[in-house]
């Protein structure tokens, strides 16, 4: 559903992503792991189409995101790390202006809202404006407006960024059943997230790819936690 091959951006002349190519397929859920500025944001942000590549290419559900960045938005779901939603605007309006640019109508935008507002656990706050509440609440909120057209392919930046313990275990829920069925990138600093929800790892630094393996496989290979195989594998390469 995702295919990456030799993507590359540069901002002057730090190059933020380095040649990387990689593949996921339905059923996977892939953490995107690797230090602050190691270009994960970046290249989730070329893949749903917010920044163009220098160089190489990839597609979304076989749509390519630079010739074909609509087909792609229609499939894909994004949380960004900062999700913007309009700080005046009820939980409700925000949510009824996101169907209205998704084109959802009628019966379907009321199954659509009656399946995300409780998945997201947003009831108690859908009238409420968006300005008034937590960061946590705020998170949620960005996160259904990412799940409400149901999409294949869903890109979370820091899914659980600002929820309490409880609130991610309930994301973790979610993301676990919908896993089963449709292709999840995930970013996360959080290692143990990683090995709730993701069937599948790649460790970034500096632009490149170091590592792309599952969180059980490279525990076994280093012997020891994955928040010491990530410590590891940044800091070694970063010294070789």
């Not at 059923?27 to 994960?40: D, Q, R, S, T, W």
């Not at 229609?74 to 939603?85: F, K, V």
């Not at 009820?90 to 507002?117: E, H, M, P, W, Y």
């Not at 949620?140 to 057209?149: D, E, F, K, S, T």
């Amino acid at each position: 559903m995702i295919s990456v091959k030799h993507l590359r951006r540069s901002f002057g002349p730090i190059v933020a992503v380095d040649d990387i190519s990689f593949e996921v397929a339905k059923g996977e859920v892939l953490g995107f792991l690797g230090p602050n500025g190691a270009g994960k944001s970046t290249a989730m942000k070329m893949l749903v189409g917010f920044l163009s590549p220098d160089g190489g290419s990839a597609t979304i559900c076989g749509h390519d995101v630079v010739s074909d960045p609509v087909a792609v938005k229609r499939c894909i779901g994004y949380l960004a790390e900062n999700a913007p939603a309009y700080p005046e605007m009820t939980v409700g309006s925000f949510l009824d202006f996101v169907c209205d640019a998704r084109q959802i109508k009628g019966q379907n935008r009321k199954s659509a809202l009656d399946r995300v507002v409780p998945v997201c656990s947003i009831e108690s706050v859908y009238h409420q404006t968006i300005g008034t509440l937590s960061k946590g609440y705020r998170r949620r909120v960005g996160l259904a407006q990412a799940l409400i057209h149901d999409p294949e392919v869903l890109v979370l930046d820091e899914p659980t960024d600002g929820l309490d313990p409880n609130q991610k275990h309930e994301v973790h829920d979610l993301i676990c059943r919908m896993g089963k069925d449709k292709c999840i990138i995930i970013s996360t600093h959080i290692l143990d997230e990683v090995e709730v929800v993701c069937n599948r790892s790649i460790i970034i630094a500096r632009g490149k790819i170091l590592v792309d393996s599952t969180p059980q496989a490279l525990k076994e290979k280093y012997k020891c936690s994955l928040d010491e195989v990530f410590r590891k594998i940044t800091t070694t390469k970063k010294s070789a």
